[in-house]
């Protein structure tokens, strides 16, 4: 979504030396930065009506270096917490201005102050955004960088290869090794399936444990842990591609997966093929979109209507 002005008018500030200006300092609770959103986006949005049920958290901070602070909040609007979508407030020109964006895990506690952050050391704040590569089930994640411009927020992955070389590939490449050399197990008593609800970083603590802490499990399968590593595996091979480390990373581990008895595996490959959109990616769909498992075929199907419109002159 782009910047959008508003005519909210707020009292001038001066600018005073060496001494940030809150233009938000009558905000003082999360009902108060409600309010105010809701009566700023009323005023963007004929016909708003309050979608955004709560404000999750909220930050007063200078992300611009400009000696005024702005607002960055977490919304809700599904009504279940989940406070996927961010909006930064501006104030320029006497003016509030707005931009959201969706972030798959703002709604972990505590997170804002992580992922408002000056990346490269430059004095202005970069913002991290939680993408998906896999959705639901299994919100396997990606952590994008996205860096202002002209006041706006865009996503720039590929400026900031020293962050995803410094911190994100290693924090990968250490999981995966861990979960290589140790024997992982299941409680016998959980569905399958729970296996595969797996999350960036976190694989459930209920779910699979060391087998000295529980009694009641199971070790799971060479198969089963394939597809668990897979998880990793997926924003590993991203981040080989995005910092030119592996231009092809992931693309023959894509056409392994996308033979694999697990549908699990399958449905990994199509998200690898979406994103390298090429002739033989666009092949591998047209097999995978044939397949005897409807979530295969119908996942197959929606991401080559995706790619042969972004291929479209």
């Given amino acids: 979504m782009g910047i ?11 600018m005073c030396w060496g001494k940030i200006v809150n233009p938000f300092e009558n905000l003082s609770s999360k009902e ?4 105010f959103i809701d009566k700023l986006l009323y005023n963007a949005n004929i016909g708003y009506v309050g979608e955004y049920d709560e404000v999750g958290e909220y930050l007063f901070i200078d992300i611009n270096n400009d000696g005024v602070d702005e607002l960055i909040a977490t919304l809700d609007a599904s009504g279940r917490k989940f406070f996927d979508s961010i909006i930064i407030v501006f104030k320029e020109e006497n003016k509030f201005k707005y931009q959201e964006i969706w972030s798959r895990r703002s709604g972990d506690s505590n997170h804002l102050s992580k992922e408002v952050i000056d990346v490269n ?17 299994k919100y396997v994640l990606w952590t994008s960088v996205y860096e202002l411009q002209n006041n706006k ?3 720039a992955d590929e400026k900031y290869s020293d962050f995803y ?3 994100i590939i290693p924090e990968l490449e250490s999981k995966i090794k861990d979960m290589q050399n140790k024997n992982l197990f299941i409680e016998k008593n959980l569905n399958k399936s729970f296996l595969y609800y797996s999350y960036y970083f976190d694989i459930p603590k209920d779910a699979i444990v060391d087998a000295t802490l529980r009694k009641n499990s199971r070790e799971l399968t060479t198969k089963e842990k394939e597809v668990i590593l897979s998880y990793f595996y997926l924003p590993l091979y991203k981040a080989y591609r995005v910092t030119k480390k592996d231009r092809k990373a992931g693309f023959d581990k894509a056409i392994q997966w996308s033979k694999s008895a697990f549908r699990e595996l399958r449905r990994n490959a199509i998200s690898v093929f979406e994103e390298f959109n090429n002739d033989e990616s666009i092949k591998y769909l047209e097999i995978l979109k044939q397949d005897k498992d409807n979530y295969v075929s119908g996942d197959a199907e929606s991401t080559l209507e995706r790619v042969k419109k972004q291929r479209r002159p």
């Fill in 32 to 35: 108060n930065v409600k309010t």
């Fill in 165 to 167: 070389k410094n911190k």
């Fill in 121 to 137: 050391n430059d004095g202005v704040k970069e913002l991290l955004v939680m993408e998906e590569i896999l959705p639901y089930p």
């Fill in 4 to 14: 959008i002005f508003v005519n909210f008018h707020i009292t001038m500030l001066g």
């Fill in 153 to 155: 927020y865009v996503k």
